[in-house]
């Protein structure tokens, strides 16, 4: 006899339970989350205001590292709120959608800073293989090519799955085969 398959396939709600076994400091181990928060927050936006007011450094090396920057931000909006809400006020629930939008924003935003990080290695292989053809190489329409790439393609594969985990109302009941 085959066993059955009890999963319930349309959760509404996602329940996080934070540390095991260290539910009672947890309230406690929040601070430390929040201050790295807070710590990246202040670092990134310095360098989001310093790069584009300081005319010396409008090198790729550094329009990339403003690039990286900006990814920052986002990551700790994505993930923050709810670590606060969980470690400070116990809020133990998160709406499925919600869970899978944050899902979404973190994974769409390591790809785009893993991309980053791979132009960045080609600038730095440039420079190193062919110091003298760089500024050849790596003209302003390249660096615009390298930074937006990244967010293209880091979309793609976290789209593809949030379609496959929660299909959009049109799909109606016909599977969607991809």
């Known amino acids: 006899m085959a066993p059955i398959n009890m999963s319930y396939l349309d959760p509404q709600t ?31 936006s310095t360098l989001l205001i310093t790069i584009p007011t300081e005319r010396s450094l409008h ?6 590292l403003a690039l990286l920057a900006a990814t920052d931000p986002g990551l700790c909006a ?11 006020f116990g809020s133990c629930t998160t709406a499925f959608d919600a869970c899978l939008a944050q899902l979404f924003c973190i994974h769409t935003l390591q790809g785009v800073a893993s991309g980053i990080l791979l132009a960045m290695a080609f600038g730095r292989c440039v420079a190193v293989c062919d110091p003298l053809r760089r500024t050849s190489i790596l ?24 379609q496959n985990t929660a299909p959009l109302p049109f799909h109606g009941q016909r599977p969607l085969l991809l």
């Open 78 to 88: 994505a993930t923050a709120p709810k670590m606060v809400a969980l470690f400070w």
């Open 14 to 44: 996602v329940t996080l339970i934070g540390m095991p076994g260290l539910e009672q400091v947890q309230f406690w181990i929040g601070f430390p989350f929040f201050a790295v928060c807070l710590g990246a927050l202040w670092g990134n």
């Open 59 to 64: 090198q790729p090396r550094y329009v990339f």
């Open 139 to 162: 003209t302003p329409s390249i660096l615009s090519r390298l930074s937006g790439h990244p967010s293209d393609s880091a979309g793609q594969p976290a789209a593809r799955s949030h």
